[in-house]
């Protein structure tokens, strides 16, 4: 067989593969949005924290705009994990919570509905995110409702939001991690 023929079946049998494995793959859903971080003691401020925890947030924001469906899982916690949420803030500076992704605080917070509970030391929480979720934080210019769920989702597509895990050891966060978007908004 002359090199040329050697060369043009092996690019043929990648394209075959690269093709089929395409093929096979669950297709994305158009006009979704996912967000993905994994979470450290390292990204968290204003002290960085050397914990053995880590965590992963995977979420999709529907086509629509109008939820945000959402799995946090984490692990390697010393001491009792007592909250989770999604703070306005850029990387390497604090914000405020925004939204709640789970709490074992009593009582729960106010003014939103009572998000799911925190499993400890490790675990995963599921749950949908709506704008009744969003809590007002009028000193960073965050609206109550659709329209602070729309200001989060601009900071989130921005950089500028982050998810974090509390404990009882660090209330302040033990790991934390900035969420980053990927889909049709930030091609």
Same mark, same amino acid.
Not at 49 to 64: C, H, L, M, V
Not at 83 to 104: D, E, K
Not at 163 to 171: E, I, L, R
């Given at each position: 067989?002359?090199?040329?023929?050697?060369?043009?079946?092996?690019?043929?049998?990648?394209?075959?593969?690269?093709?089929?494995?395409?093929?096979?793959?669950?297709?994305?859903?158009?006009?979704? /949005?996912?967000? !993905?971080?994994?979470? @450290? =003691?390292?990204?968290?401020? +204003?002290?960085?924290?050397?914990?053995?925890? $880590?965590?992963?947030?995977?979420?999709?924001?529907?086509?629509?705009?109008?939820?945000?469906?959402?799995?946090?899982?984490?692990?390697?916690?010393?001491?009792?994990?007592?909250?989770?949420?999604?703070?306005?803030?850029?990387?390497?500076?604090?914000?405020?919570?925004?939204?709640?992704?789970? /709490?074992?605080? !009593?009582?729960?917070? @106010? =003014?939103?509905?009572?998000? +799911?509970?925190?499993?400890?030391?490790?675990? $995963?929480?599921?749950?949908?995110?709506?704008?009744?979720?969003?809590?007002?934080?009028?000193?960073?210019?965050?609206?109550?409702?659709?329209?602070?769920?729309?200001?989060?989702?601009?900071?989130?597509?921005?950089?500028?939001?982050?998810?974090?895990?509390?404990?009882?050891?660090?209330?302040?966060?033990?790991?934390?991690?900035?969420?980053?978007?990927?889909?049709?908004?930030?091609?």
């Amino acid at each position: 067989m002359k090199p040329s023929s050697k060369l043009s079946g092996v690019l043929a049998a990648v394209l075959a593969a690269m093709f089929v494995s395409t093929a096979t793959a669950d297709p994305p859903v158009t006009g979704q /949005t996912r967000i !993905t971080t994994d979470l @450290t =003691g390292y990204e968290e401020t +204003p002290l960085t924290i050397n914990s053995a925890a $880590t965590g992963e947030f995977e979420a999709t924001i529907s086509k629509d705009g109008t939820q945000i469906a959402y799995t946090l899982t984490y692990s390697g916690f010393s001491s009792p994990v007592t909250q989770s949420h999604i703070h306005f803030g850029r990387p390497a500076i604090g914000g405020m919570i925004v939204i709640f992704l789970c /709490t074992n605080l !009593t009582p729960p917070p @106010t =003014g939103v509905p009572t998000p +799911p509970h925190c499993p400890t030391p490790s675990g $995963t929480v599921t749950g949908t995110l709506t704008a009744a979720d969003v809590i007002a934080r009028p000193a960073q210019g965050i609206d109550a409702g659709q329209a602070g769920f729309d200001e989060m989702l601009k900071a989130i597509r921005a950089g500028a939001a982050y998810a974090n895990v509390h404990t009882m050891t660090f209330p302040g966060g033990e790991i934390r991690g900035a969420l980053q978007s990927h889909g049709p908004e930030d091609d």
